[in-house]
Structure formats: C-alpha cells, structure tokens
C-alpha cells in the first residue's frame, strides 16, 4: 500500500519520474499561436535594417539646430524628401534638412528627426527649425529592435499573440514548436452510458469524457476519446494498453466500485509501475499515478469535480512537463463572502463565483455535496484550503485561479 | 474634428453604439468548449434520476440504526445487493439493509447509507452496524444536482471545461451557441512587405496582420487576412468595402503617413459614420472607430505595440459586445521592480515580464522606443498608469493583465 502524498510531493514526483519528450515540429506562422517553443528564437538580422524616424518631420544633424528657438529659427535648406518605403541610400549634407514620414528612413549623417509641429516650410526651398534637436531624439537606429544573434523568444514559452508579432518581424515564418500530445480519455463504470443516451434505472451519464475531452483539447493536446468501458478488469486492462500505445499519456476515469479500483491498479502495475496511490486532497483523494515506460497512466477519480480538480492540478502540470513547456499559473485575489469550514488534514478545493463589488472581487463559494457536477457549471474559478487551516472566516481574502481554457 | 475620448468615453460609446448581433448555431458538445452560449440552458430531467450512494455501504433507515455502537452494534437483515448501473426499483423491508456501492442507486424507504467501515458482515446474512445514520447521510436525492426547469448556465457565458461536463451530465449533446464573428484585417503602408519577404532598403515586414490574425482567432473569430494593400486611397477603399461586405467586423492597421490618416478617416466616413478618432492613450492614440450599418470598422495605429493595446483594451470588448459574451478580464496583483515615469494627459500602458519572489509577483516594466516589437515579445502582460498620475515608484503594488489567448 502507497503512501496517500501532498499536492507538494505529488508535483515533486512528476518533476523527478517525468521529462521533455523532445519532439518538434514546424508550423507556419499564424498556427503557432498557443503552441510551446520548441527551441530559442535568435534573430538573424537587423529590426530595424535602417536608421528610421518615429514621428513626421525632418532629419537634421542635431547640431545644426543648437540654439534655434520661435524667434530666431535655425533655416535649413530642403536636401529632398524620402518617401515611405523607399531607402535613404545617401547622406545628408551639412546645415540641410530631409523630409522623412513617420517609419521613414533616415539618410546618413542625419541623427535626429524634427518634429513637423517645430517647423515651418518657407515654401522657397528652405524649412524653419524652432526647436534644437539632441540627437537621437525621434529616431530608432539600425537593429535597436533587434540584431544578428539577439535572443528573443525562449524555448518553453507558450507563444502569444505578441510573441506572433515578433516571430513575423524577423522573418521567422516557420516556427519549431513541440508536437502535440496525444493523450487517451478512458471512462469506466457500469452504471454509465454516453452524453446522448437516456439514462435508465441506476444508470448516469458519463461527464468525465466529454469534460476530460474539452480540456485537453483547450490546453493543446490531441485527445483519443475511448469512450467507456464495463468494470472488467480483462477488457479495461486490454483498452488501457492500447490506449498506452496509441498515446503519450492515458486517464482512465472511474471505477468507483471497490473491487474496479484495485483492478485499476493491478492494470497500472501490470503495464510499468504505480508511482503513487492516493493524494491529500479533497475532493480527488483516490487518484492513482503510475508510469509505462515514459508515458504517465493517471487513474482519476470518478466523480466529475474530484476528476476536474485532480485534472487541473496535476495531470495538466504532468503534461506541461512532458512538452518542456513553462508555464506561471498566476491567481487573482477576492474576499470570501461567506465562511468556509475545512476538513483537517486534507487540502480542500472549492469551486467559487466571483462578482466586483465597489472595485473589489467577491468569491462566493459554490456549496453542494460532493460528486454534484453543478457544483463546476457557471463557476468563475477555485479556491483550496490548505490542509493547515480549519477553514475561513467571512471576508477572508483568498487567491483564485480563474478559470480559462485549460 | 472629433475629441480625443477617454478610455471610459470609449468603452461606454461602444456599449451604446454596438449591438449583439444575436446570430447562434448548433455544435455537438465537445465543440462547444469555449464558444459563447447563445441562450440560457435549462435542464429537462432529475440528475440524479434516482436517489444514489455516495460511499460502498449498506442503505438503512436511519431510525432502525438510532443507538447502536461498536459495543452494541444494530444487526440488520441483509436484504439483498444493489449493483452499479442496476436500477434499485424495490422497497428497503423494515429494520433489513441492503448493500450498495458508491455511485449505486438506493431503494425507496432507504433513507441514509452507513460506510463500510463501520459496519461487519456476520457471514449469516445479517450486517452488524456500529455507528448510527443520520438521516440523508451519505446519499444524494434524486434532482439534487439538477430538476427539470433549473437553469445551469447563462446566455452569454464562455463555455468551459466543467460547463461541458454539466451539458453532458443533463444529456444536451447539441449546444447553442453564437455565431463565430468573421473578422477582416487590412495592413496598409508603402513600407512594408510581408513577413515572408526580405525588406529592400526603407521596408520592414508587416508585423500586424500575423499578430492580429493570431488574436483574434484565439479570441475565437474567422480572420479573413486581406494582406498589405499600398497607401493608395481608391485601393484602400474598395479593398474596405470589400471586406466590409465579407466581414462583420474590419480592422484596417497602419496609414501612418498624414496623408493616409486622413484618408483611413475619409474612407469610413464615406462607408457610414466615423463615432471616434483618438484616444487618450499612450501608445495607441491615432485610433479610428466608425460603423458602416452594423459593423465597426476600426482604423488601428500602425506601430505594433498601440495596434496590439488597442486591439486588447477596445477592439476584443466590442467583439464581444457584438457576440452579447460577457466576460470578465481579471488581473493580478505584482509589485514594480522599477519606477515608471508617466506622461501626463494619457493613461499609459506598459509590458512587463511578471517573476515570482518569495511568493510575491515581481513586475519589471519592458522598456524600449515606441514602436519596437521586441518590448511586447516574451512579456507576460501589461499595466497601466492612470492619467492622473505622474508615475509609479519602485515596489508599488500594480494590477498586471495576464497574457492569455486572446
């Protein structure tokens, strides 16, 4: 019999047992979105490749502007004007100007742009500067962005829109990401039939497949649904290994009948090694975890909020490690709008609803007894308890993950 | 010409000006994780439709069990055995138990379920039990979940993993949801070339589109990418109503020469009515935002960083107005790792890389000349400073908006 472990060491041992797969692929650049970065991203060239003027105006040498006020304008002559897109392949000559548009480039010599709203054009070939130029002022030079060799996107990072925007940038169409996972979603138990079917007597509806299906599928992964399986320890031990081959990492969910518990084990044990047996936290506590070679086999509880809940805080984690992905799940804080009692000695979840109230978030906790799936409808996120506390008092402040599509 | 408008003028402008489009359609379950439900979803049935154990047991009346304890345990008859997934259509005899697993169904008259653990089975057909039920224990009634008629999720709520699971468990496989937005991205500028593309002298890639393209289907609209269309004003405006007839929603990106403001600003007139242009922000202030009918069309700056804030902050909420989605957009709470100084006028937004630090969030401000992309890449979200202050101090408490998806 294992050891029933903390959430601590339930994340320490998926850290220690678990490891990158490695596999990479190209994808084009819109599709990369969302994906983990399968390795470092330099750039090979200069962003800009030319000096180039932040506002509309004129490309002056700072120096020639010294001075100049309203009442007494530095006049310089109009060298020419460069249009937008076109190169500045020429050097400006001393006491002149050159017109530049905003993102224009700006010719050689030159090392500050004038705004327009500081000039006056004479209209005899000359412009009036009335305020002195420092230079560098309302420009980006060559490879201020970026230059050959300058890291700008890091391996594991789950790419965003912005990181999208970069990538274009510096050219980088095809982006190396991780391949997607291929994760397997078994359910059991004899009292279940599909989403679609009546239910008849003593029967429910399997909520943990299409729940497991949708979550996944949001984090990334590919899902095999396998749909649900009898209580037969010889045809769920047959579909587990299939799954095993077929897939990166396999959930099996339910088997809430004594007996289909340990067959879930024995099965686990029976294809590579049962890492743990049980975690100290409520709802989720008979969860088991083992590992095939290097693809991790999770046997979830049945009931669909321990499913849920173990789902988010360890199997998606577990997967996480498994692409090489780094991800910050970061928490807002609310205040409790009731008191909560907990159970000692077990870290408790909760699922909440936030509301602002006067610019601050209210959690109100979602109350029900266990195993209700209405206790997640509709919910905004979750709160735990830690196994510490024996609960919280009204306008306790609390850290919430919200929820999001993992 | 029109007002510069606050960020508030803006969000309550939109609010009036811009409307649920109120087109829905059906999608089977698992596709409907993350789409915006376009009516409320009512249950039609009890969940459970029977009473049901929450634990392996045996199902009493509570009151034939009044007394009893592990000196003098209650010796009932074991009438017979409920299995999982079997109907239990039988009434429990008086002062007799029956054994049920968790999850199975409970005979009528039972009225509580006593743990296995304190129970023994004599091998003689009775069942000693040594700790008294109270009513109810360990059972969940039939509707206690859900009965016919209980609304379980809102219009217009973004479906989530566990309000899949929840449709599933009522047995609604077929999922109203609202029309997918079909949304056209134009960049415009003679100095660009697409990302693909080696930049002559003078040209940079167009980094707008991909990341447009790339937010708005994460936020879970069509994109119809129209690519660069030249600074030429009869080309932009019948490339505008073109995509103005194939889209409900157009974002035009660039036009940073003046003559092309003007022009961006002169083409929405013609196509309806221009409701803004600018807005007080810093970067994002030469924004556009009319309506042709229906639809918003929306001049962005052309500089990456103000095209992406405000395409965050204004655009992504009036898509939602048009979806009738609400959603809140939470954020976290970090310390500054630097002072920021502000320009005064503007509510100014920021970058930042987000760090855990002894259990703190440590923002540090990405800083860098308007303009430049790399300010956005690997950032983890961004801040604002309101416009009535001057700056932020080191280690002053912020609330950081988290990159996600969209």
Same mark, same amino acid.
């Given at each position: 019999?294992?050891?029933?472990?903390?959430?601590?060491?339930?994340?320490?041992?998926?850290?220690?047992?678990?490891?990158?797969?490695?596999?990479?692929?190209?994808?084009?650049?819109?599709?990369?979105?969302?994906?983990?970065?399968?390795?470092?991203?330099?750039?090979?060239?200069?962003?800009?490749?030319?000096?180039?003027?932040?506002?509309?105006?004129?490309?002056?040498?700072?120096?020639?502007?010294?001075?100049?006020?309203?009442?007494?304008?530095?006049?310089?002559?109009?060298?020419?004007?460069?249009?937008?897109?076109?190169?500045?392949?020429?050097?400006?000559?001393? &006491?002149?100007?050159?017109?530049?548009?905003?993102?224009?480039?700006?010719?050689?010599?030159?090392?500050?742009?004038?705004?327009?709203?500081?000039? &006056?054009?004479?209209? @005899?070939?000359?412009?009036?500067?009335?305020?002195?130029?420092?230079?560098?002022?309302?420009?980006?030079?060559?490879? @201020? /962005?970026?230059?050959?060799?300058?890291?700008?996107?890091?391996?594991?990072?789950?790419?965003?829109?912005?990181? #999208?925007?970069?990538?274009?940038?510096?050219?980088?169409?095809?982006?190396?990401?991780?391949?997607?996972?291929?994760?397997?979603? #078994?359910?059991?138990?004899?009292?279940?039939?599909?989403?679609?079917?009546?239910?008849?007597?003593?029967?429910?509806?399997?909520?943990?497949?299409?729940?497991?299906?949708?979550?996944?599928?949001?984090?990334?992964?590919?899902?095999?649904?396998?749909?649900?399986?009898?209580? @037969?320890?010889?045809?769920?031990?047959?579909?587990?290994?299939?799954?095993?081959?077929?897939?990166?990492?396999?959930?099996?969910?339910?088997?809430?009948?004594?007996?289909?518990?340990?067959?879930?084990?024995?099965?686990?044990?029976?294809?590579?090694?049962?890492?743990?047996?049980? #975690?100290?936290?409520?709802?989720?506590?008979?969860?088991?975890?083992?590992?095939?070679?290097?693809?991790?086999?999770?046997?979830?509880?049945?009931?669909?909020?321990?499913?849920?809940?173990?789902?988010?805080?360890?199997?998606?984690?577990?997967? /996480?490690?498994?692409?090489?992905?780094?991800?910050?799940?970061?928490?807002?804080?609310?205040? #409790?709008?009731?008191?909560?009692?907990?159970?000692?000695?077990?870290?408790?979840?909760?699922?909440?609803?936030? &509301?602002?109230?006067?610019?601050?978030?209210?959690?109100?906790?979602?109350?029900?007894?266990?195993?209700?799936?209405?206790?997640?409808?509709?919910?905004?996120?979750?709160?735990?308890?830690?196994?510490?506390?024996?609960?919280?008092?009204?306008?306790a402040g609390i850290q919430v993950t919200v929820s999001t599509?993992?």
């Open positions: 019999m294992l050891h029933v472990k903390t959430p601590e060491e339930v994340l320490a041992l998926i850290e220690c047992e678990f490891h990158s797969l490695g596999a990479a692929e190209q994808v084009c650049l819109v599709d990369a979105m969302g994906r983990c970065l399968a390795e470092d991203i330099a750039a090979t060239e200069y962003v800009p490749d030319f000096d180039r003027s932040t506002v509309d105006g004129y490309a002056v040498r700072a120096r020639d502007t010294f001075g100049c006020s309203d009442a007494i304008p530095a006049i310089l002559p109009l060298q020419r004007e460069v249009l937008m897109g076109e190169g500045a392949e020429f050097e400006l000559n001393a &006491e002149e100007c050159v017109a530049v548009p905003t993102g224009g480039a700006v010719p050689r010599g030159a090392d500050s742009v004038v705004m327009i709203e500081y000039t &006056e054009d004479y209209g @005899d070939g000359t412009i009036g500067i009335a305020k002195a130029a420092a230079p560098g002022q309302n420009m980006i030079f060559r490879g @201020d /962005d970026v230059y050959p060799g300058k890291v700008i996107l890091r391996k594991g990072s789950v790419l965003s829109a912005q990181d #999208i925007g970069a990538l274009a940038a510096i050219g980088r169409v095809q982006v190396p990401v991780v391949k997607k996972l291929t994760v397997g979603v #078994i359910s059991t138990g004899d009292e279940l039939v599909p989403p679609e079917a009546a239910p008849g007597p003593g029967q429910v509806r399997d909520v943990n497949s299409p729940m497991l299906e949708a979550m996944l599928t949001a984090f990334g992964a590919k899902v095999i649904n396998y749909g649900i399986v009898v209580d @037969d320890e010889a045809l769920l031990s047959s579909k587990m290994t299939q799954a095993a081959a077929e897939c990166d990492a396999v959930l099996i969910s339910g088997g809430s009948s004594v007996g289909v518990k340990d067959a879930a084990c024995r099965i686990i044990e029976s294809m590579g090694r049962v890492l743990l047996h049980g #975690i100290a936290i409520k709802p989720g506590k008979p969860t088991i975890l083992g590992k095939a070679g290097v693809k991790p086999l999770v046997g979830l509880p049945g009931h669909p909020v321990a499913a849920f809940f173990v789902t988010k805080l360890f199997v998606l984690p577990l997967l /996480d490690r498994l692409m090489g992905k780094k991800r910050e799940r970061y928490t807002v804080t609310a205040k #409790i709008a009731e008191s909560v009692s907990a159970n000692h000695g077990r870290a408790q979840y909760h699922c909440c609803r936030l &509301e602002r109230k006067d610019g601050q978030l209210i959690a109100y906790p979602i109350r029900g007894k266990s195993g209700l799936i209405t206790t997640l409808a509709g919910s905004s996120g979750y709160f735990c308890i830690d196994r510490d506390c024996e609960g919280l008092p009204q306008s599509g993992d």
